[in-house]
């Protein structure tokens, strides 16, 4: 089983879009939306779900209000702010450490599970797919992606898939190294402005940083011809194959609009050069 992660360093460089698009390209393949923080792979592919899951991610200090002695211990050591001046717990301050459990004299504090999210087990027209939705507020998407990424590989198995392409988180945290430890590829979407490059240099660096092989795809790459030499450049200097270049085009927008992929929705020369770089990105896998 192979597995490939769209990554950009930065959220809007058009990284679900792409991801869409191979999914109504790719045969025989699972997907996963590990972006947890803000999914939308849903609004294109519109996953019929099968099964939901509660994610439990980190624990919530809670207080019993018959044992507590207003000693003040908890306030004192709690880092996170998290309870207030009568001794309460405040639950979104809450990052469930256990260092008010530890210090209370009377064991009023107990930590207990909580509810951050859930995950999905879906069926969409290109087939089997795992996502999850983290709460409000909630932290431990690192934790989420990993549990999106095990419901991948389990789907894959059980319907005898090959490929899983995981729609990756923004930025290079936590969240990120969950979704691409492991994986076989990763691609960069990135576009030509000073932040795209420095954002693209950084996530290539966190790819290197694992041994992951990476590939660079600039989107919108006609908005700013020079910076797009630029990051090619930094590409070819760090042994990152090049998997091509995307024009801005509104068929992309139009195909959103349209709940559809852009492989769906038009056969026009911009998913032309799209299943192009779909082909090259399955050579490298
Ligand atoms: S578990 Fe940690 S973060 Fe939560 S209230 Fe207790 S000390 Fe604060
Ligand atoms: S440490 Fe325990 S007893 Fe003291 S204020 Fe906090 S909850 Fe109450």
Redesign the pocket.
Known sequence: MKQIAIISGKGGTGKTTITAAFASLAENAVLADCDVDAADLHLILQPDIKSTMEFKGLKLAK??QE?????????EHCRFHA?DSQ?NIKETGCEGCGV?EY???????ELMDRISGHAYLSETRFGPMAHAALKTAEEASGMLVSLVRNNARQLAKQHSRELIIIDGPPGIGCPVIAAIAGVDLVLVVSEPTVSGVHDAERVIGVARHFQIPAMLLVNKFDLNLEMTEKLEKFCLENEVSLAGRLPYDNVTTEAMIASKTVIEHSDGAFSQTLREIWNRVLENI
């Open positions: 207080k019993d044992k507590c002695i207003s000693c003040g211990k908890c306030l309870i001794f008010c210090v209370c004299p009377t064991n009023a504090i």
